[in-house]
């Protein structure tokens, strides 16, 4: 496996540290770091920051049976929560998000499909999956962009982007990512707007499709 | 109680403690550690609620303090904090000194619990690298850490008022990642190569058990 050579850029990491980055990137950054050293080292120096912080803001006092009540209730069990595994070519984080089961494709035409993990108003998050030689249709979008390749690899304006990479794109790029020769390329990609497609799918049908 | 047991020999003590079988050695180390480091460790491999109530008397009212902070109500914060010390010893397990210092991880628990209740979304979170029971734990590395968390606090300290609250509103989730400068005025590399070191350690044991 080649190295990772896309990383996440430092504000988004800091801002995934401390809980304030929209849930689709979120998914996003924690399905790197799963995949990536570099970054779960600088996401923990984040919290070893937000620990710091932590530790100076100023105190308040407790209710006076806070901690008695706390004590007591140790030897509960913990609630059980299932966690997921990588599984395939899905790390943990998108496991957990299809609930252990393997994802379900819908054609986009021309080979390509998507799966989409959620969609709302804070944004949506998809896997795509696109055979060699086949581009993602040529779109553009609202705001940030996050691609992260999960398997193959594939190529734009930007670079060239294998297994871990993630590509970063602001809403002045409308990149043509197209797969590379070999494995299918498998990604996820997550958007705060719903996506403008600028072909294969008229954009008045686009609430119909979800896309 | 291994806790409890702090009158520990300093002559003979090891450098490096040896393989934690009943997961003991670390703390008898410990004289070196933090005090919280070493009340963690006797929660996590003693169950010792002595310990736990010493880690609540340091924590809580400092997350009651962040929580207030970060819009909730005064009752509201202290059933937060109440859930965020459970499972502080509920997930004790998962705390790994060598790429943690206790406030990084209780800082994140903290967020968790936040984005829970007042956002009602569970934070996705990355795949949990499982610690290896039988591996060394090291202390050289705990204490490497320890003292970089030192050093960040102090640089915290030194930094203009103006500077510090922007990066307490960074870390209390006020800022949008678009707000977060690349320069936060925090000195985060050399924490991160320490804490990067312990992963590649932690990967070399896990290849090994597999
Ligand atoms: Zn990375």
Redesign the pocket.
Known sequence: MTA?T???PDPLLAAYAAGNLPAPYALVVAT??S??L???A?FDAHQAAGGVVLENIDQEPLSSDLKSSTLALLDRPAPAKPTYKRSGVFPGPVMEVLKGKPPKWKSLGLGVRQSILSSGPAGSARLLYIPPGQAVPDHSHNGLELTLVLQGSFSDSEGRFGV?D?EVADQDVEHTPTADEGAPCICIAATDAPLRFNSFVPRMLQPLFRI | MLYANTDIDTVDRPPIPGPRKGKAQVTKASQDLSQQTTWMLAVRDARDQAAFAALFDYFAPRLKGFIIRSGAGAGQAEEIVQEVMLTVWRKSDQFDPARAQVSAWVYQIARNKQIDVFRKEQRPLPEALTQDPEADPDASQIIALEQEAGKLRQALALLKPDQRSVIEQAYLGELSHQEISTQTGLPLGTIKSRIRLALEKLRHELKEIR
Do not use: D, P, Q, T
Request: net charge neutral; with cysteine.
């Open positions: 990772i896309h990383h996440i790197h770091i995949m990536c570099e970054c779960r600088a871990g993630l």
